[in-house]
């Protein structure tokens, strides 16, 4: 409701002010062990405001992170092996009970196996995490930067683009990349459905046509309020190409 001095938004219960810091709050959350596993893994050789973790740490942030879920990774990084290996010209049979396997390691095992470095590059890693933290631009800079807290009701119930740190790449394509398409439903109020789309599918679809037009993410668990920001989880990895 718009006031002269003011907007009051009604909600659903008492808000208490968050007690930790986004890093916490996801280490310590029992579904997203795979998506810690991967910041480990995208982080490797990185310090300082380069590193995904130091950034979840860091209470000066302000942050929206979309944390996908461990059946959500599990179902890509299947694929990821799965196909690397037919490439290598795996036989089929053995490239699916080889994939199987080793998504059933425990991650941070599964992130620091040598032999998968191929498919899950640091760069690889890094690249579709960073498609999953919000981001905006320095009215200083123009950087694209981790500085935008969204909480559900504050997402269109009309299909919006939300720009992502994949911005903030010097590259011009990531530079210039739409983001991801997100849609907010709502019943009265409160936000009962929220869909995030991401660029790219997997396998890649080649057909310039059908970009935003795979089956979107959900949230499974929304305004997730930290310190530094706030967590949806999601029940699908976005991929920005």
Same mark, same amino acid.
């Given at each position: 409701?718009? #006031?002269?001095? /003011?907007?009051? +938004?009604?909600?659903?219960?008492?808000?208490?002010?968050?007690? #930790?810091?986004?890093?916490?709050?996801?280490?310590?959350?029992?579904?997203?062990?795979?998506?810690?596993?991967?910041?480990?893994?995208?982080?490797?050789?990185?310090? =300082?405001?380069?590193?995904?973790?130091?950034?979840?740490?860091?209470?000066?942030?302000? #942050?929206?992170?979309?944390? &996908?879920?461990?059946?959500?990774?599990?179902?890509?990084?299947? =694929?990821?092996?799965?196909?690397?290996?037919?490439?290598? !010209?795996? @036989? !089929?049979?053995?490239?699916?009970?080889?994939?199987?396997?080793?998504?059933?390691?425990?991650?941070?095992?599964?992130?620091?196996?040598?032999?998968?470095? /191929?498919?899950?590059?640091?760069?690889?890693?890094? =690249?579709?995490?960073?498609?999953?933290?919000?981001?905006? &631009?320095?009215?200083?800079?123009?950087?694209?930067? *981790?500085?935008?807290?969204?909480?559900?009701?504050?997402? @269109?119930?009309? *299909?919006?683009?939300?720009?992502?740190?994949?911005?903030?790449? *010097?590259? &011009?394509?990531?530079?210039? +990349?739409?983001?991801?398409?997100?849609?907010? $439903?709502?019943?009265?109020?409160?936000?009962?459905?929220?869909?995030?789309?991401?660029? =790219?599918?997997?396998?890649?679809? &080649?057909?310039? $046509?059908?970009?935003?037009?795979?089956?979107?993410?959900?949230?499974?668990? #929304?305004?997730?309020?930290?310190?530094?920001?706030?967590?949806?989880?999601?029940?699908?990895?976005?991929?920005?190409?």
């Amino acid at each position: 409701m718009k #006031m002269r001095n /003011g907007v009051i +938004h009604l909600v659903g219960g008492i808000v208490a002010p968050p007690g #930790m810091l986004l890093k916490n709050a996801i280490d310590t959350n029992s579904h997203l062990t795979y998506f810690r596993a991967a910041i480990a893994r995208a982080d490797s050789g990185q310090s =300082g405001t380069k590193s995904l973790g130091f950034l979840l740490g860091y209470s000066a942030t302000n #942050m929206t992170v979309l944390a &996908p879920n461990d059946a959500a990774f599990k179902s890509l990084l299947f =694929g990821l092996i799965y196909s690397t290996l037919l490439k290598q !010209q795996v @036989p !089929q049979p053995t490239a699916y009970s080889t994939a199987t396997s080793y998504v059933a390691l425990p991650p941070d095992e599964l992130f620091s196996r040598p032999e998968l470095f /191929g498919a899950l590059t640091a760069a690889t890693v890094a =690249g579709i995490l960073a498609y999953h933290f919000l981001a905006s &631009p320095n009215p200083a800079t123009g950087a694209y930067e *981790p500085n935008i807290r969204v909480f559900s009701n504050n997402f @269109p119930a009309t *299909p919006a683009f939300y720009k992502t740190l994949v911005n903030s790449s *010097p590259l &011009p394509a990531a530079r210039n +990349h739409p983001g991801i398409k997100i849609q907010a $439903t709502f019943a009265g109020p409160f936000v009962n459905d929220l869909q995030f789309t991401g660029l =790219g599918s997997f396998p890649p679809d &080649p057909d310039p $046509t059908h970009i935003y037009s795979g089956a979107p993410a959900k949230a499974v668990s #929304m305004d997730n309020h930290a310190v530094n920001g706030v967590y949806f989880v999601i029940d699908k990895v976005l991929l920005p190409q």
